[in-house]
């Protein structure tokens, strides 16, 4: 006999999104019920499968009763609310968002969906002056809480910095870092319970760290990926990827993804092969497989040498 | 959890500075966050509670919080590296690199700077060389030390002790620094109307020895509690209710919805919270009420304690308040010692006990879920709401949090009933109210004024309205500036609402025709900068562009003109306000906002000084 999970069942309640009347179940996040409608709600510290921290404030919607906007990715829906998305307020802080990050970060690798969405919105991070020089490796890192230079305004301030390649498997490009906290979730309970990064600092000097900023090799990182696998903005990435864009190769048009299941153990994890130039660049899982909420292990996301014999083995 | 440890091991000091931290922590006692019968989790984390205790206990040994002895700490408490290296570098107090151990920080704030703080920078620069040089001792400028009325203000951070100097000079702070020892502010002088028979709050300051508890006994104390005891939780939730005591932190929410709220829970833990952690610049009231009469703030801690179902309260004091905390910590353990907390709270059955955590210097963890994650061991940073405290609050229990006044208030209530409160002042504004003048005053100190008082009013008693009187920034740096025009506002919730201004925190910091408002608004916008946690975008990234715009307009170098600069500036603001998570980000561009529309600078007047950047 088959059975059926039905999961927990939840009775619905009633939500007015721009004056159309929805019935959800009671538990779904506004997102949900703007995702189920067809909206299209930009998101950058959203993942389906992370807990949501709230920090980017670009999905936020006006509720009435409720002086400031509301981020419609954490908030969960309650019976009789109303939801507007349509108004000035809520475009214009998605705006100034999308603004902000860009005048302060590298969004480039933020992909097709944050350039649209800037686009949208009439994002221009160029109106706060020209970019100021960037950091020295390590020296925003070391800046003390509390306590920053006076700006004389002439120059905007970024987060820019050299990218950091302290391991053979992946880079640290922190030039592109917005801090949704998405990698520090993965690396913590939400899937690898590592611990080997999180925030340090504070304010615009907040940054992802190991402890006294070490290499990963020396933190408890185990090469795990998932950080890489959730970074929305390519701040973390293979080094495969890395390389190939700084060679100028990266050919995301000419990708092919294969599916297949990860040979090894037994837990039997769905793969995604990222395959460029007849060469695996990525392996990634999909997040809504039941096994691994894509999320990999070190021998699934980086153990794919032995099945490609295009490179020779590099230490013999 | 497995942990991953760097391999440098702790000194002998550090070592033991951390083991004094965490064995004389108490233990497994009712209501603790490791009581067995609380199931919070906390337990699973270890006493990741203690992660600032034990980087405090670190710092006041040997000055900086090495590898060695942050690998202990996790060691000791559980707790991954990465995340307490997180936690030490997200609070000015602490250092992860080594730095001299002997530190003054010199207030340079709004409150501060003009009346002698930057005169004593520029001295102590001479003496001691560039802020934070040195190897032996050094000094750093820092925001508001909530020492306004006595300006300009030092708080030492040394390896042989904490300590507050105000009005400070050069020679007292380096011979401050070289060991000497400093009579702490005497709060007596911070209080002009003391001894007044009009006084509610600050009836005790000033007459009652803080130390002795015969003295707080003999001037009424324990009252409150002994009525509270006799009338039951219930009466005393329905007593503040009715008497329409809102919140005096800054956000006047009616405390009486939160007592009722989390004695409703049926959790069995709840916590109840004290927000000492007073940081909004201009800012001093709780200072000289828990220096001045700390025996009444545990008193009002007790009943509230009790009437809400909390066995045990938190008093988080801000860490450049070291006057204060030993005030307290002198109060709590005479309370214990004389029944009046513990197992039997004057005999009553009822179980109670505080505990006292030390903050390390983030006004963010003035915001409420920011402190209990301060609290918990975590970094400031502000937690989503909903959930809201009374409903998951201090290691996910319900929680009260009330700031120092709130509580003090709590007593009067008890002893005089809610409707007798209720009489004083008007609508949503029931009271009497602290507020902290300071600036171009006669009088600089705290006084207490029953609310709907005006602020001309407020003034005739500090010396009257100043000469040359040219802006006041009410409610602090998230507040906003009024002018002279405006003194017959009556200082209530309503009555500063309608001119666009806000009570805040009680601050009233005068500034006369000679400021340079520039140089204000520079130093509140960089204060914002400092201070943002930077958890949102909205604020973390706004913040920096706020102060490089005013920063320009300063300079006259405007990108696109006057015009352009000011549309920036109202771009920025509306997403901080509109989008950010707390009431850091929601205020930040405030004063700046109320000082552009009031013309106190760009407008091309005095301020202004086109010549200084070519």
Redesign the interface.
Known sequence: MTTVDLGTIRRLVSVTVDDVEHRVPEGATIMDVLDSAGADTPRLCQAPNLT?V?????C?VEVEGSR??V?SC??RVEDGMVVRTDTD?VA??RR??LE??G??NDMSQAGDDVARWSIEYGADPE???PVGPPAAAGERG?R?????S?????T??TVAQPVTVDNDLYVRDYARC??CYKCVEACGTDAQ?T????????????TI????A?PLP???CVYCGNCIGVCPTGALKSVAEHERREAGVWDPEGETVTSTICSFCGVGCTLELHVQDNTIVNVTSPHDHSVTHGHLCIKGRFGFQHVQNVAPPRDR | ?D??L?ADAPTTAERAAVDAVVGSAPGTGPGSPTDPADGTGAADEGRRDLLLPAFHAVMDAVGWIS?GA?SYVCETLHV???????VA????LF???PRAPRIAHVCDDVGCAAFGGEDLCAAMEERLGPEGSGEEVTW??S?CLGLCERAPAVFLQTTHGHGQIAPADADAVTHALDGEDVAGPDPVVSTPQAGSPDLELLSRVGVVDPGDLDSYRAAGGYAGLRRALAVGPARVVDEITVASLTGRGGAAFPTGTKWSAVAGSPDPVKYLVCNADESEPGTFKDRVLMEADPFALVEAMTVAGIAVGARLGYLYVRGEYPAAEAALLRAISEARRHGYLGDDVMGSGRVFDLEVRRGA??YICGEETALMNSLEGR?GEPR?K?PFPTVSGLFGKPTVINNVETLVNVLRIVEQGGPAFASVGSGRSTGTKLFCLSGVVARPGVYEVPMGTTLRELLELAGGVPVGLKAILLGGAAGSFVTPDQLDVPLTLEGTREIGATLGSGVVLCFDESTDFAAVL?RIA?FF??????????C??????Q??????IE?G?E??GRT?ELQ?LD??D??M?????CGLG?TAASAVRSALSLGLIGSGGGARRNGD?P
């Open positions: 949501p709230n920090a980017c404030r670009v936020v400031p906007l981020p954490a908030r307020r214009h802080s100034m968002v902000l990050l005048s302060a109106r706060y002056g070391n003390h809480a509390g306590h920053h006076a700006p004389d305004g002439e905007r301030a917005i801090l319970n611990f080997a990064i999180a925030v340090a600092g504070r304010g615009f000097d907040a760290s190991t402890e006294f070490v020396d933190s408890a | 959890m942990l991953t760097l590898r942050l991954p590296p990465a995340e307490a290296y997180g570098t997200f609070y000015a250092s992860v690199t750093t400028r925001p210097g983030a970094r989503a909903p520079r960089g900068r400092d201070e943002s946690c930077g958890q949102c975008v909205p973390r990234v706004g913040t920096v562009r102060e490089e715009a005013l920063a320009r300079r170098r990108i696109g352009v920036l771009d920025v509306r997403v306000t509109d989008a950010s998570i929601q950047h």
